[in-house]
């Protein structure tokens, strides 16, 4: 039985009170979803003691709500001390009972006010009409949100009262709160969202096009990169031998050779990988997707993860987390900071320590070894060669003879 690895003092009374019935099915939950044994156990007695408070009091299951949790801590609070973790498992018991149809449904959420329902249309706007991805729209929110609060506070929203003084007032006030790249993904944000209000007849004028411009200059920086004998410290620098270290050198490998992105690692499915084909499909930005060639020591890598260190779980992502509940990383973050700490193990000193670092390394050492910029826009799968341009400051080399003599100096 999964509840096996409990303490055989838990099992005497886990099934006592209206919460006892169910403590077997929770218990093989928990070991499925990879908790400590530790940890389950303590989870167990912590509803065990619920239940027979519940028992105390002629509660059934039935009655074990949001408030009923409540009036239970304060009832601890008067005799011990709660423990760090006590409400993360109560949510996590009510969610279950939810998902047994023990407990009726979350009540419904509030109705929303008119401006969460304008940020929620033009969310839904990003994703059906334009096809961008979660984090577009994660991104531009907060500057259409702050907007909006700047400028109805607490007003009705009359988007045909928006004067295109508004618009580059709120820029000028605000740009100089940002780097120049923030700055320009806030001027971004706003174009859309008032693209999005024309696209709605909200507005009767193309105020988009009164949004100014931040001053920047495309291709004015050098893309970050690491050398190939960097890149080898890194992959070098991770434990094979454990779960963690064959987890990690399987997400830096797909990182160093293939040059995907954090958040296409991150929804990578076992769906995705055919073997049969040597073949990997990745699902980027734009909701496109693109099959690429596996090669052979990232598919060597990736198996010897999925055959000796990929817990079992009902998960279809590839990548798991070290630590219950067992499921996939909830955030692209995840995958940057594997390599933040690869890049610690290695001592190897980066401006950029996210995963794009990798991106921008195989780029720059595929056109040193002499791929063209449209093979290399091929591989990293660039909507445009312009993007790809950018790789093209780096071929120092080929740059020099192009270098004009300096008056009064030499070449």
Same mark, same amino acid.
Not at 101 to 122: T, V, Y
Not at 363 to 390: K, P, V, Y
Not at 393 to 398: A, E, Q, R
């Given at each position: ?31 499925? @979803? ?195 004998? @960097? ?95 067992? @499921? ?84």
């Amino acid at each position: 039985m999964a509840h096996e690895f409990l303490n055989p003092k838990i099992r005497t009374y886990m099934h006592e009170g209206p919460l006892g019935p169910y403590s077997d099915e929770y218990a093989a939950l928990l070991h499925e @979803q990879g908790y400590y044994p530790v940890y389950a156990t303590w989870q167990i007695r912590w509803v065990a003691v619920l239940s027979q408070w519940l028992q105390q009091r002629g509660f059934q299951a039935k009655d074990l709500t949001p408030a009923t949790v409540a009036c239970y801590f304060r009832f601890r609070k008067r005799r011990w001390r709660v423990r760090r973790g006590e409400h993360s498992v109560s949510k996590r018991y009510l969610a279950f009972l939810r998902h047994k149809g023990i407990l009726p449904s979350e009540a419904p959420p509030r109705a929303k006010n008119a401006r969460e329902l304008a940020e929620e249309n033009f969310e839904r706007y990003l994703f059906d009409e334009r096809g961008l991805s979660q984090a577009t729209a994660t991104n531009y929110l907060p500057f259409v949100r702050r907007f909006l609060a700047e400028r109805f506070e607490r007003r009705p929203l009359r988007f045909d009262r928006l004067r295109a003084t508004d618009i580059t007032g709120h820029v000028q006030r605000h740009a100089r709160d940002f780097c120049p790249k923030r700055a320009g993904l806030m001027v971004s944000a706003l174009r859309s969202f008032l693209r999005h209000l024309r696209h709605r007849d909200l507005v009767k004028t193309d105020l988009a096009a009164c949004v100014p411009t931040i001053a920047t200059w495309r291709l004015s920086t050098l893309p970050k990169f690491l050398s190939p004998d @960097q890149v080898r410290r890194v992959l070098g620098g991770c434990d094979r031998r454990t779960p963690i270290g064959r987890r990690d050198y399987a997400v830096l490998m797909l990182l160093a050779h293939l040059g995907l992105r954090a958040g296409e690692v991150m929804i990578l499915t076992l769906d995705d990988l055919h073997w049969e084909t040597g073949a990997i499909t990745v699902r980027g930005k734009g909701r496109r997707q693109a099959r690429l060639p596996m090669p052979h020591n990232v598919g060597r890598a990736l198996a010897s993860y999925l055959k000796k260190s990929r817990p079992p779980c009902s998960s279809r992502r590839v990548f798991i987390r070290s630590r219950a509940p067992r @499921q996939g990383f909830s955030h692209a973050g995840s995958v940057g900071d594997i390599v933040q700490r690869a890049l610690e193990r290695a001592g190897v000193s980066s401006a950029r320590q996210g995963a794009h670092l990798f991106r921008h390394s195989l780029a720059t050492n595929m056109l040193r070894r002499g791929a063209s910029l449209t093979e290399i826009g091929q591989l990293l799968r660039h909507r445009g060669a312009d993007t790809t341009s950018i790789y093209a400051k780096v071929d120092l080399t080929s740059l020099r003879p192009l270098a004009l003599s300096w008056p009064g100096g030499s070449r």
